[in-house]
């Protein structure tokens, strides 16, 4: 095997008997053949990042290895770019949820992730050495991990100059805790579904947001209120019933939905084709019309999903779970 200097040495007479655009492509081979198969790959490639699944199968590699808090603190980002209206209540909550708006800065957003690091590298190290069972709270860390992370790199660009302001959101959290609109807006079954989503939908338009127990923006929604707000809108109160349908883990007791341990309706869930959280859904005349993603403000406001309501809407694919409780024929339940 040649050294690195016989290596370079060999490339310099290479290089006088090659033509001129060929240079630049051989000095990258043989430079990373001159930093060994292990450097050269590492610049070759992108930073991996990880989600939870793989730090889980990984850990002992990793924690022996030295690399895996910085395994953790590369977490893996959705596809789809934050929301400002989001971003602003992760800042809001990062700030330490205060009484006054504000900007928050690097360092303490700095603090939040190392908190939530060290969190999640005692949960981690529970589930993967003991077999504690800890996937709610420990998924709950790494989404949070994550979501944080994106607002870091928001941050850090030249827009943001290391700052993100916030408005204070606090009044909307006063008197928090479960409260009759949750109680009566949070379905629990199929069944209810069936009546209150299917049944209803042809009578008026039925807007569902299908939130994980572990969801960052879901949470966010608690704290805030702003699913309620939404309902009762202008816009849409009187004209548009809201819905909340859970799915995931049992929370523990730092699940900050209102109705501390909702029904997860997963298979529904499922069957209705809902992949990320959280998911918005318009049912009209038993059919879906899914919305995507939003996070509606403390005033209850969202364009995507107004945009979706106003949207002109055709035939779609009939409601999977309104097939299944035979309310695809109309509110009479004949099905077909």
């Avoid at 050294?3 to 060929?22: C, D, E, K, N």
């Avoid at 808090?69 to 400002?84: C, G, I, N, S, Y």
């Avoid at 939040?112 to 999640?120: L, T």
């Avoid at 807006?185 to 042809?202: D, G, I, M, N």
Wanted: hydrophobic share 35%; proline share 6%; with cysteine.
């Amino acid at each position: 095997m040649c050294s690195r200097t016989v290596l370079i040495s060999g490339w310099a007479a290479a290089r006088r008997r090659l033509p001129t655009h060929l240079h630049l492509p051989l000095v990258a081979l043989l430079a990373a053949a001159a930093l060994g198969p292990a450097e050269g790959l590492a610049q070759g490639q992108a930073t991996k990042r990880w989600n939870d699944d793989e730090l889980v199968a990984s850990y002992r590699d990793l924690a022996s290895g030295g690399g895996l808090e910085k395994a953790v603190r590369t977490p893996a980002l959705p596809k789809d770019p934050p929301q400002a209206a989001f971003l602003a209540a992760l800042a809001w909550y990062a700030a330490g949820t205060p009484l006054k708006s504000g900007d928050l800065t690097i360092e303490p957003l700095d603090r939040q992730i190392g908190e939530s690091v060290r969190a999640y590298m005692g949960l981690l190290a529970a589930k993967a050495e003991r077999g504690e069972e800890n996937d709610y709270a420990r998924t709950r860390t790494w989404k949070l991990i994550q979501k944080y992370t994106l607002l870091r790199d928001e941050m850090t660009g030249p827009a943001r100059k290391g700052r993100y302001p916030y408005a204070a959101l606090h009044k909307a959290t006063e008197g928090g805790g479960t409260d009759a609109w949750d109680r009566e807006h949070t379905l629990r079954s199929p069944e209810e579904f069936a009546a209150k989503v299917c049944r209803a939908s042809f009578e008026h338009p039925v807007l569902v947001k299908y939130g994980n127990t572990n969801c960052t923006q879901c949470m966010l929604f608690e704290i805030v209120g702003s699913v309620k707000e939404l309902a009762e809108s202008p816009a849409l109160k009187g004209n548009v019933d809201v819905y909340k349908v859970w799915w995931g883990y049992r929370p523990d007791e730092g699940f900050a939905g209102r109705i501390r341990d909702p029904e997860r309706l997963d298979a529904l869930v499922k069957a209705e084709g809902v992949r990320s959280s959280p998911s918005f859904i318009v049912y009209r005349n038993g059919r879906r019309y899914p919305c995507g993603d939003a996070f509606p403000d403390s005033g209850g406001h969202d364009e995507r999903i107004e945009s979706c309501l106003r949207q002109e809407f055709g035939e779609a694919a009939q409601a999977s779970a309104c097939e299944s409780a035979g309310t695809a024929a109309g509110p009479g339940g004949a099905g077909r």
